[in-house]
């Protein structure tokens, strides 16, 4: 099976945090523990140089995006696994990113539009075509609370008709805005042609398991996740997909509920999300696979109360987390 037959009959694709040192340095050993993470867990693919990665990787006090995304593809090189690169910025930037994920071996280029925040649904396409006479593109709607910009019906419907587009990752979280894209897809003429992702980590269980019919077309169904929320307990994901796919209700119907609890743990929904990267970090630590919660920003950490939180559902919902399995293999992923 092919990379794009994979991609569109729907896998787990985490996206990938990282590792520093206390210093605030890549720690590279960490870095590649987490890849090998993911893939002994049986993800289909990672995203890597996205949101969860931090943007900040890209400036140039950093200057992180090229090893980061040569340390991840060194260890999905040969793999099955669809390799992801992360492209953001403005037209001539995102170009050299994607030629760049390119030259690596990277599959497609999951494209960010945040910095183009005025530009017309003319430009935002055109940007999009750029990108995609390089690297095969997946569409993201980044939410607003996080640097996103709303993306209304027209844009979607106008961007799935490129040939370019392969799939599209919708993270708005915001069910008016999700459904946006979905009827723009189901309007394009290429719905058939595009996998769809969820990107919504507090809707995860409801956006699997639910079919969009529009009129007499065939009902458009997210076929996988591509989501920070599945940067952590990343076997349960896999087993949660596998579940849906093999048409089980029952089982994930019941844990909708308990994953999202999680996830407003993890992403500090009661604070507009400023703890959502700190968050992902706390759970790595709690199992050896990241040595402290450090971020490129030293003001950027948990919230007040949010420690709390991920005690909670810790605590409350034992069975969804994969700790046994780390602690099984951690000394294997760091050597």
């Known amino acids: 099976m092919t990379w794009q037959e994979r991609l569109q009959q729907g896998v787990v694709i985490p996206a990938h945090p990282l590792a520093l040192t206390a210093e605030r340095k890549l720690d590279e050993r960490r870095q590649r523990a987490l890849t090998r ?16 990665t931090q943007f900040q990787i890209r400036e140039a006090k950093h200057g992180l ?36 994920a390119k030259s690596l071996g990277y599959h497609a280029g999951l494209l960010s ?29 980044l939410q607003p609370a996080v640097g996103g910009r709303l993306l209304p019906y027209e844009f979607w419907r106008k961007f799935a008709a490129l040939d370019c587009v392969i799939a599209i990752k919708v993270a708005p979280f915001n069910r008016y805005q999700t459904l946006d894209v979905l009827r723009g897809v189901a309007d394009s003429g290429r719905a058939g042609k595009i996998a769809m992702y969820t990107g919504n980590d507090d809707n995860i269980v409801g956006d699997l398991t639910t079919p969009y019919p529009y009129g007499n077309r065939k009902s ?33 119907a019941r844990r909708a509920y308990e994953i999202t609890d999680s996830n407003a743990a993890f992403f500090d929904s009661a604070n507009a999300f400023r703890g959502c ?8 630590c709690r199992q050896g696979l990241l040595a402290g919660r450090w971020c490129l920003d030293p003001d950027e950490d948990l919230s007040p109360g949010q420690m709390e939180e991920i005690d909670r559902v810790y605590r409350a919902y034992p069975h969804l987390n994969d700790d046994a399995f780390v602690a099984a293999n951690l000394d294997k992923w760091l050597k």
């Not at 005025?118 to 390089?134: C, N, P, Q």
């Not at 990267?277 to 790595?284: F, M, Q, T």
């Open 37 to 52: 993470y993911y893939l002994a867990a049986g993800a289909g693919g990672i995203a890597v140089g996205v949101h969860t």
């Open 65 to 100: 995006f090229k090893p980061v995304l040569e340390l991840a593809m060194s260890e999905m090189r040969g793999r099955e696994a669809i390799a992801v690169a992360g492209i953001c910025g403005p037209t001539a930037q995102a170009v050299a990113e994607a030629e760049f």
């Open 113 to 141: 539009m945040a910095a183009l925040r005025d530009a017309s649904v003319s430009e935002l396409l055109d940007h999009a075509k750029a990108v995609g006479s390089i690297i095969p593109v997946i569409g993201f709607y």
């Open 220 to 252: 458009l169904r997210f076929v996988g996740g591509l989501l920070g929320h599945w940067a952590v307990w990343t076997q349960r994901a896999v087993e949660l997909l596998a579940a849906i796919r093999m048409g089980e209700t029952g089982g994930p």
């Open 277 to 284: 990267i700190a968050g992902l970090h706390e759970v790595l």
